[in-house]
Every structure is written in structure tokens, then in C-alpha cells.
């Protein structure tokens, strides 16, 4: 029997009273919307050369304002070019141990106890866990204050770009900074 058929002897389907399919979640995005130079760059001492360290430890420390929207679950500060391609030198983050760095930066270093912590402020206070990660940032807009030791690699008409990492693991390029 043809389809046609099939349906005009059948009739429509029944109603029945079962909600209807959820809709899909909107998709979260995360984004890096800014990164500019503190005017704290240098003039003060919050974190220390070892990671989930943010006490002072007697050498001044670079800092940096950012404005992101999360979530996120790292961020990495890496010298580049002033096109934004990521050059060997600069690599600082909130990646601690053997987590791999994701191999999109372009270096030699490829684990995060193989670079300097980034402590993250928020209204205030530090946000990364006890350890220097940061485990998630969660979504919404957030304006940081980036804290990281001064390694000496970094000089006047050096190009900085900050990256966040999704939750799913990819990274988000923000804008070329000259520092």
C-alpha cells in the first residue's frame, strides 16, 4: 500500500500530553576581550617563581588588566609576534606540574612546572586553587588582574597575547599586546 494510502486509512497520529523536547543549551562562549599593562607593572610584589605561590617574595612582579568572558579553565601569557603568531620566551600560566602546554604556543617548553605562574585577582582576591591552576572560571564577563614573577624576558616593544583554554580544551587567541 503506498504511503499516501497508508496515512488517509490511518489517520494522524495521536495527541498525546508529553512535554515537548527540550531545547539544546545555548552554546557557551568563552572569549578574551582585552589585555592591557597595570599600572602596577613593577611596582609591586604579590606572587612568587613557584607556582600557587602569591606571597611576596622581594622581587617586583609584571601585571597585567584583562577582561575575558568564561568560562575558562587555564589562561597562558606568551610573547609574540606583533601578528600574534606565539614566539619562544615569555611563557607565563596557570598550569602547574606535567600538564602539557598546548603545543598551538609554539615553544620548547612544554610542562607547566617549566613556566611562571600567572596569579589571577577577581574583585580582590586570588582565584586560582591552592596549588596556581585555575580549575574553572566560570561563564560570564570577568575583569583580572594578572600577576606573574618578572623572569627578565620581557622588554619594552615585546608583543604579549593572552590565551584561555575552554572547557572542551581549545584556546582562545585575545589581542596583541606591546608591553
Known sequence: MPLAALVAACGSPPKTNAPPPPKPAAETTTKVLSLTLSRENLSVDKVSMRDGRFVPDGSMDLAFEADLEGPATALYLVSCTEKGDPLQGYRADTIVGHEEIPPELGSVIDVGRLTVGIGVLENG???????????????????????????????PGTWVRLYARTPSGSLVAGPVTAY
Open 125 to 155: 582576591k586570588f582565584i586560582n586553587d591552592d596549588n596556581g591552576t585555575l580549575s574553572s572560571l566560570p561563564a560570564g564577563k570577568h575583569h583580572v588582574t594578572l600577576y606573574t614573577p618578572n623572569p627578565g624576558t620581557l622588554r
